[in-house]
Each structure stands twice: as structure tokens, then as C-alpha cells.
């Protein structure tokens, strides 16, 4: 029974109160962006409140870590969108299904450590382009359709709608200064609902987006020939969908544990989100990932277990069997007003203090990788380009660390003592540290403080050792470290570099 009682983390101590609430909270503003998503990309409007209660469960209850909400995220189904125009539903559903598979497999073979190689200034770069976009796709509720055409409200509405989102922000900044006994983001839902629904203010509310009635989901096995054909079909959407989810699965999870000061399982999630997947493309669901505007809401209603998580699918659930009519009736205004305050939030307003301290690189990353994540909406893009961008510089970085001591000794022999990493990038300025026409006959090239990295490095040993031949010089590599010399071996069969005395390059390698 503990195994059990661990998985729902009952065996520590749970504020029940605070979870409850913060996971009716978080329910709240998951409906009417679940729909949000399902429209966009020409789904029927209910398979993202079903991903949200499938999503939002399993990954709770057998998830990475405790406080995360997943749920029908714009990301992995804005990837879908092509699938759903040229193919239509049923192979949404099985790339869905796919998708989970290859996330279960990134989970199993432990690979989600991978996003350790994400580097800070990225997560900040991350972090505040993912507050900005969810505070730009708020301004779409200050919007209205007319005559097919959409337009900014004007007059009375526009009033309304703003005087309903800044009293919404003024109940979640002011009371935590009061009580921290319930959510802020619950009591100003309830207050803005009770302050519309009984003075009968006419503005926007979720029904104003779609209908949230139905039944449980359905089980449905996807309509489509088993073919290879298909497989080319599905295959690419499946790929970058899971890649998608779970960049942002385990960037999210990253994110909590330094909230919260603890830290998560990433392969674990990797695991639950795929479970998820293979659930929605089974159930009718659009598939889904974490998603950090809500985990954002939970943490900052207290929560701190996986029960707030429960909570918020349940009653997902429970709305679309019984309780669309009272949740239709909810303005979006107050809504919105929660998400711009979790906008807020999730920006790190300290990376603008600390611009003028850190270095450049590291501040053009963080600009770089905001603005990708704002124009082209694509996170796991722009975390990409990040770390590739981060990898260029460390590596041009390290590049110029390259160096060498040199002096002739009392027998008359040249030393070069390399300090530094020699590897693809720091090649070209090793080979020129090299005066092979002044030299003495015997040199040596001491890797005390240095190491051999790769085959680059190999090739430029290869090509120095050659040039000294060419001379009739004979050169002695010291001080390599097991694993270089292990390298060097194991290049023998593609570059004519040897361990032993070689005949054809005069090329030594003394262990002391």
C-alpha cells in the first residue's frame, strides 16, 4: 500500500484545501484555451477538453514530478494542423497514438537527461518569449467577429471587457496581501461571474467560443489502412509532435524544480506523457503536453502534490457530463485576466537586471531565443536554435584557449607544451603554432594540459607529424591520456597516425 500511497504522494503531507482549489483554478483556465486550440487546427471543439482530462490525469498520477498540469497544448497541435488539411481526423488520431509510442521509447532508454544540455540563458530566453506569446493570445479575447471579419472591440464592450480584466488582476494582486487561505485566481473567477451573471453585464463568455457539453470519451480505433504508405504518412507529424511534447514536458519540468526547490523524474514523464498520447489517439483527444501557463497557475494557488492535478481533470470531466451550462456562462474577461497576471509571472524579470552583468553571448542567446519563440510560436524551435547557437559560441569560445609553450632544452630539443582542448574548432591555431622548417631534428609535444578530443584533432596530429617527416624531424607525443591514446587506435584504419614507432612518420608516443 505505501507504493500506492507514494504514486498519489499521500504519504507526505497535503494541504487537501489549497490542492482542491488550486486544481479547480487551474480547471477553469484550461477549458476555454483547450477549445481555443481544438478550433484552431479545425477540430471538433471538444477533443481538447477530452486531451485535457486524459492528458491532465495520467501524467498527475504517473508523472515526473508533482505540481505539473498537462493538457491539450497549442504546441504539439499546431503540428497536427497540415495532418488535419491534407488527411483529415482519423490520421490525426493515429499520429497522435504514434507520437506516445516514440515518447514512451525516449523514457525507456532514459533519455530525457538530454535537456540537462539546455543552457540558462536559453531557459530564459524560453521563459520570457513564452510569457510574452501568452500574454499577445489574450489580446485576441478583445476581439469580435462581424460580418465574417474580425475586429477590436470598440465602445461599451471594450470598456466592459477591460474594466472586468483589471478587477480580475487588482483581486489577484491584492488578495494574497490579505489572506493566502484560498487561491486569488479562484476567488477573482467566482467574484467577476457572481458581479456579470447577477447585474446581467452583457461580454464575452466561453460560450462565445464553443459548446464544453458532452460524454465521457470514446473509445475509437483509428480509421486508416495499415500500410507503410501510412506510416510515410503519419511518421514525420508523430516525430515532431513527440519531440515537440517533450521539449516542453521536460523544459516545464525544469522550471517547477526550481520553483519548488526539488527536483523531478524527466525519463518518468517522458514515459506518462506517451501513455498520455497513446490514451487521446485511442479516446478521441488531440494528444497533448505540459503545459506551463497552468502549471504556472497551480503553483502560484500553493499547490505542491499531484491531487491538485487530479482534481482539475475530474472536473473537467465532470463539466462536460453535467456542468457546460453554469461553465459557459463564465466571462472570459476573468479568464483573461488570470492569464495575464500568470504572464507576468512567468517572466524573469531578473534577466533584465542582469543584463549589463552577464556576457554578451549570453545576453544575445536570451534576446535570440525570445524572439524566435515569439515570432514563430515554436518552442521546441526556439530551444533548439538556442542550444545550437550556445554550442557555436562555447565551441569558438574554447577554440581560442588553444596554446603552447615553447623552448629548446640543454640536448637541443624543441618542446611544445599544448595547454588547452584540441578538437575540431581549435585545430587550424594548433597546426599554426608549429615551425617545422626552424625546428631542431627531434621535437617534442607534451599534452600534459591538454587532450585529444576527437578526429579532428587526430588529423591535425596527422598532418603535423607528416610535415615533420617531409623535414626528416622525428616528433614524440607525451603525456596522452588513456583515452586519447585509446582514440588514436582506434583512428589507425582511417589515418595514418600510430601508437608505436612509426617508420613512415618517425611519430612516438611516450606515456611519461
Keep these: 500500500m505505501k507504493k500506492v500511497f507514494n504514486l498519489f504522494d499521500l504519504s507526505q503531507k497535503v494541504n487537501y484545501r489549497t490542492e482542491i482549489l488550486a486544481g479547480l483554478t487551474v480547471a477553469m483556465t484550461m477549458i476555454p484555451e483547450s477549445l481555443s486550440f481544438a478550433i484552431l487546427a479545425g477540430f471538433p471543439p471538444l477533443m481538447g477538453l477530452y486531451a485535457a482530462f486524459i492528458a491532465g490525469l495520467v501524467t498527475s498520477i504517473f508523472g515526473g514530478r508533482p505540481g505539473m498540469i498537462s493538457g491539450g497544448a497549442g504546441a504539439t497541435v499546431i503540428v497536427l494542423i497540415a495532418l488535419m488539411k491534407s488527411n483529415g481526423l482519423e490520421y490525426v488520431f493515429a499520429a497522435v497514438a504514434l507520437a506516445g509510442i516514440l515518447q514512451i521509447l525516449v523514457?525507456?532508454?532514459?533519455?530525457?537527461?538530454?535537456?540537462?544540455?539546455v543552457p540558462h540563458p536559453v531557459m530564459f530566453g524560453f521563459v520570457n518569449g513564452l510569457a510574452i506569446i501568452?500574454?499577445?493570445?489574450?489580446?485576441?479575447q478583445f476581439k469580435m467577429v462581424v460580418n465574417g471579419e474580425t475586429t477590436w472591440l470598440t465602445g461599451t464592450p471594450m470598456l466592459i471587457m477591460a474594466g472586468l480584466v483589471a478587477l480580475t488582476i487588482g483581486i489577484v494582486v491584492l488578495l494574497p496581501r490579505i489572506t493566502k487561505a484560498i487561491p486569488a485566481s479562484l476567488v477573482a473567477i467566482i467574484v467577476v461571474f457572481a458581479l456579470v451573471f447577477f447585474i446581467g453585464i452583457e461580454t464575452k463568455t466561453v460560450k462565445d467560443i464553443a459548446s464544453v457539453s458532452g460524454g465521457f470519451p470514446p473509445f475509437h480505433i483509428p480509421n486508416i489502412p495499415i500500410t507503410l504508405e501510412t506510416l510515410k504518412i503519419i511518421f514525420p507529424y508523430a516525430l515532431i509532435m513527440a519531440a515537440v511534447g517533450l521539449t516542453e514536458g521536460l523544459l516545464t519540468l525544469n522550471l517547477v524544480d526550481e520553483i519548488t526547490e526539488t527536483r523531478g523524474n524527466g525519463n518518468r514523464e517522458c514515459i506518462a506523457q506517451g501513455s498520455s498520447n497513446i490514451l487521446n489517439g485511442f479516446f478521441f483527444g488531440m494528444g497533448g503536453c505540459p503545459m506551463i501557463a497552468q502549471t504556472l497557475v497551480n503553483l502560484s494557488a500553493g499547490s505542491r502534490a499531484r491531487l491538485s492535478g487530479i482534481v482539475a481533470s475530474l472536473t473537467i470531466l465532470v463539466i462536460i457530463l453535467?456542468?457546460?451550462?453554469?461553465?459557459?456562462?463564465?466571462?472570459?474577461?476573468?479568464l483573461v485576466g488570470v492569464m495575464i497576471m500568470v504572464a507576468i509571472g512567468t517572466f524573469e524579470w531578473a534577466s533584465l537586471k542582469i543584463f549589463n552583468k552577464m556576457p554578451k553571448n549570453d545576453?544575445?542567446?536570451?534576446?535570440?531565443?525570445?524572439?524566435?519563440?515569439?515570432?514563430?510560436?515554436?518552442?521546441?524551435?526556439?530551444?533548439l536554435i538556442g542550444v545550437i547557437i550556445s554550442a557555436l559560441i562555447f565551441s569558438w569560445e574554447s577554440a581560442k584557449r588553444i596554446r603552447a609553450r615553447k623552448f629548446v632544452d640543454a640536448n637541443g630539443v624543441k618542446h611544445y607544451e599544448i595547454y588547452g582542448p584540441l578538437f575540431f574548432a581549435s585545430t587550424t591555431a594548433f597546426i599554426e603554432k608549429f615551425d617545422v622548417l626552424s625546428d631542431p631534428n627531434e621535437v617534442i609535444i607534451d599534452f600534459k594540459e591538454s587532450r585529444v578530443s576527437d578526429m579532428s584533432a587526430i588529423e591535425a596530429l596527422n598532418v603535423i607529424t607528416h610535415r615533420y617527416h617531409k623535414q626528416g624531424k622525428k616528433v614524440h607525443l607525451r603525456h596522452l591520456s588513456t583515452d586519447c591514446i585509446l582514440l588514436l587506435k582506434n583512428a589507425e584504419a582511417i589515418i595514418d597516425v600510430n601508437i608505436m614507432e612509426d617508420p613512415t612518420y618517425k611519430l612516438v608516443i611516450d606515456q611519461d
Excluded at 453535467?322 to 476573468?334: D, N, R, T, Y
Excluded at 545576453?363 to 530551444?383: G, R
Design 107 to 117: 523514457g525507456v532508454f532514459k533519455l530525457g537527461k538530454f535537456i540537462r544540455l
Design 134 to 140: 501568452i500574454f499577445m493570445s489574450q489580446l485576441e
Design 322 to 334: 453535467f456542468g457546460a451550462p453554469v461553465i459557459e456562462l463564465l466571462p472570459m474577461a476573468a
Design 363 to 383: 545576453v544575445f542567446l536570451v534576446v535570440i531565443v525570445a524572439l524566435i519563440t515569439v515570432l514563430l510560436h515554436n518552442l521546441a524551435l526556439a530551444v
